[in-house]
């Protein structure tokens, strides 16, 4: 899968470092299959079964992936005073030990709202920042196209979640949670794109802010940017990106 570590100025990570994107190992390409096989993680050993592997052959599982990435979350999201959840994100991506693209972005989207949602007065435990960073642990790589769900969007309504205790058993929680997953969502889908974790999770973030006032009466300002990592991410889509540098409609 693809890793923290690569330097943007060198294109390669320092000695010992994972690759920021590619394989975490080498950097190559990586390939994804329409089925699971068991692979090996390259780092831990664990067999797991994947469709994700690098055209070298080399497997990293999940754990492995986000593990540098999700302290950085955490420590940025409990002790961070931001109050722009897409600063407080572009602040946590921008550290050299980020990565393009991966499974950490779905922890990262639910981190950051309620790390600003808590710096603009609403109550927001530590508790409930580390919470829905483990659940967003839980939704695995790839589950934009092999669960037919963004993990930016499941994090918006795992944030949701957190905030109004929902169980299986609370019908109009339950309820609640899903059609924010569902508004965000159906954004996310209405590009014919490639993955993208930035613009998905930019996206996602900036659908919430209507829901979000709604359920907590607070108006979370997300602010707007271009694109600096177009060069790095193979797969963009250009100017049919709405963070396009030339694009207006990043607004």
Not at 19 to 43: F, I, P
Not at 62 to 69: E, K, L, T, V, Y
Not at 120 to 149: E, M, N, W, Y
């Amino acid at each position: 899968m693809e890793g923290p570590g690569k330097s943007r100025e060198s294109g390669r990570p320092g000695q010992g470092e994972p690759y920021r994107a590619g394989c975490m190992v080498c950097g190559a390409e990586l390939v994804y299959s329409g089925t699971d096989q068991d692979e090996t993680c390259h780092y831990c050993g664990r067999v797991t079964a994947t469709s994700t592997r690098c055209v070298n052959g080399h497997f990293v599982c999940n754990f492995c992936h986000s593990a540098d990435a999700l302290e950085i979350i955490k420590t940025v999201c409990l002790h961070g005073r931001q109050t722009d959840p897409v600063a407080l994100m572009r602040t946590i991506r921008s550290h050299g030990q980020f990565p393009l693209h991966g499974p950490e972005h779905h922890c990262l989207v639910p981190a950051v709202i309620l790390s600003t949602l808590r710096n603009s007065g609403h109550p927001v435990t530590d508790s409930q920042i580390v919470t829905a960073v483990k659940r967003g642990q839980t939704v695995t790589g790839g589950s934009c196209a092999f669960l037919g769900a963004c993990g930016a969007a499941i994090g918006v309504g795992i944030a949701v979640s957190v905030l109004t205790g929902a169980t299986p058993y609370d019908g109009d929680k339950r309820q609640a949670v899903q059609r924010i997953t569902q508004a965000v969502l159906g954004k996310i889908a209405s590009y014919d794109a490639p993955r993208c974790c930035q613009r998905d999770c930019w996206l996602a973030l900036k659908e919430a802010v209507e829901p979000l006032r709604e359920q907590t009466g607070i108006s979370l300002a997300v602010s707007r940017f271009t694109c600096e990592q177009f060069d790095e991410n193979k797969e963009c889509i250009h100017d049919r990106c709405p963070l396009w540098p030339s694009n207006p409609s990043n607004t």
